[in-house]
């Protein structure tokens, strides 16, 4: 009896080290590959999930499905002018073919590196061999770049990886050349402040020109609009005052005079010369008069 039970444990053993050896867990942020112990590929297109492989003939292997950065040191290259600059990178990138990646690199990552790095250098070698030390230092990040993603991107492809970016961290200048380097680059921002200033200038005598123009007709049409209005503003009342005085020729007369003495006589030191028999005083003479 006992022994019965040593030989059910032991093929229950047996069983579940054959399972063990035959199910593998792929995860949502890995590749894996099934190869058989001569390292050739049997299968390499997992999705995530529960899987089985041949427990004692096929081994998995599994490869980093997510976004990599690999920093390497600076590197000395040269400009357009035979001037040597140091330059520092890093790259990402991600496993594309899975298959094609294990072909080339073996599966090892710090040989994809290597080999990626290679391609990346060659890139920046090319790019920075076609612009002098101003234009490397001054020139756009997406411009440098994409030439360097360009050239770099098409030789890594072999490698069953996809170049992602390519990010320098730092440019070291030869100390024999920075002073002149930055004096030059000052100069050319000084030359571009000076032409934007002179650019702003001109724009604005024009708007200033412009604004006291639309001023000029403004006031115009405006002078030009009261005079109209006041023209027949002096119209309508000259024919409403003709219109008066032709009812009552004698009371406006008497009315006019009256506004007259009242302005003309009775203020210190006004002196008026006329004659006795003056039409002005007929009112003050004969107050009926007519």
Do not use: C
């Not at 098409?154 to 730092?170: F, P």
């Not at 003709?242 to 005079?257: L, V």
């Amino acid at each position: 009896m006992q022994s019965r039970t040593l030989a059910v444990l032991a093929s229950v053993a047996v069983v579940l080290l054959i399972a063990w050896q035959s199910a593998f867990l792929v995860r949502e942020t890995e590749y894996a590959m099934n190869v058989d112990w001569g390292g050739k590929i049997v299968r390499a297109d997992y999705s995530p999930g529960l899987h089985f492989k041949e427990p004692l003939t096929e081994q998995v292997r599994k490869f980093e499905k997510r976004l990599m950065t690999r920093n390497y040191p600076a590197e000395p290259f040269l400009t357009s002018e035979g001037k040597i600059l140091n330059v520092d990178f890093y790259v990402k990138w991600r496993i594309a073919d899975v298959a094609q990646y294990y072909r080339s690199t073996g599966g090892t990552e710090d040989v994809a590196a290597a080999r990626l790095a290679e391609s990346v250098k060659d890139g920046l070698k090319g790019t920075i061999a076609k612009r002098t030390i101003q234009q490397v230092v001054a020139a756009e990040r997406a411009e440098l770049l994409g030439d360097v993603l360009a050239f770099a991107g098409n030789s890594v492809k072999q490698l069953g990886i996809t170049l992602v970016d390519v990010r320098v961290k730092r440019i070291d200048l030869p100390d024999d050349v920075s002073d002149s380097v930055f004096k030059r680059m000052q100069q050319e921002f000084t030359r571009q402040a000076a032409q934007l200033r002179s650019e702003g200038d001109e724009l604005a005598i024009k708007i200033r020109a412009e604004s006291d123009r639309q001023r000029t007709e403004i006031l115009s049409q405006a002078a030009r609009d009261a005079a109209k209005v006041q023209g027949d503003g002096d119209a309508r009342a000259a024919s409403i005052y003709a219109a008066a005085t032709g009812r009552n020729p004698e009371f406006f007369a008497f009315y006019r005079s009256l506004q007259a003495y009242k302005k003309s006589i009775g203020h210190d030191g006004d002196v008026l010369v006329l004659s006795p028999d003056s039409q002005f005083f007929k009112y003050l003479r004969d107050p009926a008069a007519k």
